[in-house]
């Protein structure tokens, strides 16, 4: 079962505004607080995927453990998680995890990419790329990590439309395969390694200490900027070093030390 898709409207902004710790929803505002619409909500509520609400009378009262479970949710989702495997990640969580806890899960699993890929049909991916796709054109697409395919249909991964830019270039296309796993071998290994230094060093010593609801919000804060700032550090860090690449080539060239008289 494929878990069901973001609203047309997008989610809410994660963790959404500023509540307090007793806050209670109606399934409306429960709904509207984390982008959904009632419908899914309570589909959710249904699966399971959520505790049962408080009932007073005819009215059922959700908690911002039910939000923060909603928005832990969409955060799976947008990682590709199936509704069976968000219930079984969900079941996998400490019996006592409380609002906090899921709030620093989604934290951690918030996706890089702004939110979940699409999904297509081949006709839907053809008119996506603007131009008829043959066998060799959609193997070739999966090389270079820009379409990912389950069965009959194809998830557009965040290179699609780099990749389609680069094929208009005058390219050999074994040229464009090499590179591309190039960069998959070196961004795995480093996103391993950044990933570790983030649990070991950052999250692990937050989790040891005391903290408030406040504390944790700043933190969900922290870490979508130290995103936005991994990024573009990244970024600098090739641009750096393919620069020193032309400086060493530049200095067996012409002799001189740094490539220059």
């Known amino acids: 079962m494929s878990a069901a898709a973001p609203d047309p409207a997008g989610p809410a902004e994660q963790g959404g505004p500023t509540a307090t710790a007793d806050a209670v ?13 009632v419908r899914t909500t ?17 009215m059922a009262y959700y908690t911002q453990e039910h939000r923060a479970r909603l928005e832990l949710i969409r955060a799976l989702q947008d990682h590709g998680f199936t509704l069976s495997a968000i219930e079984k990640y969900l079941g996998g969580l400490p019996a006592d995890a409380g609002v906090e806890d899921l709030a620093l899960q989604r934290a951690m699993l918030t996706s890089w990419g702004g939110g979940a890929h699409e ?38 991964l965040p290179a699609f439309d780099v990749v389609l830019q680069m094929a208009d270039l005058d390219l050999p296309t074994d040229s464009m395969e090499e590179a591309s796993e190039a960069i998959n071998r070196h961004m795995e290994s480093l996103a391993d390694e950044l990933t570790l230094i983030l649990r070991q060093r950052v999250l692990k010593p937050f989790r040891g200490r005391e903290h408030t609801g406040a504390d ?18 990244v970024v600098a860090g090739f641009q750096r070093a393919a620069n020193d690449v032309i400086t060493r080539s530049l200095s067996r060239t012409s002799g001189a030390p740094d490539g220059r008289d």
């Open 25 to 37: 929803y109606t399934v409306d505002e429960l709904a509207a607080a984390t982008g959904l619409t």
């Open 42 to 58: 309570r589909y959710y509520a249904g699966l399971g995927l959520l505790p049962a609400p408080t009932r007073r009378g005819r």
């Open 119 to 156: 999904v297509l049909t081949r006709r839907q991916l053809e008119a996506r790329a603007g131009r008829s796709l043959s066998d060799e054109d959609l193997t070739r697409l999966q090389k270079i990590y820009a379409v990912r395919a389950s069965g009959d249909h194809f998830e557009l």
């Open 216 to 233: 944790t919000a700043a933190f969900e804060q922290t870490m979508a900027r130290l995103r936005q700032l991994t990024l573009e550090a």
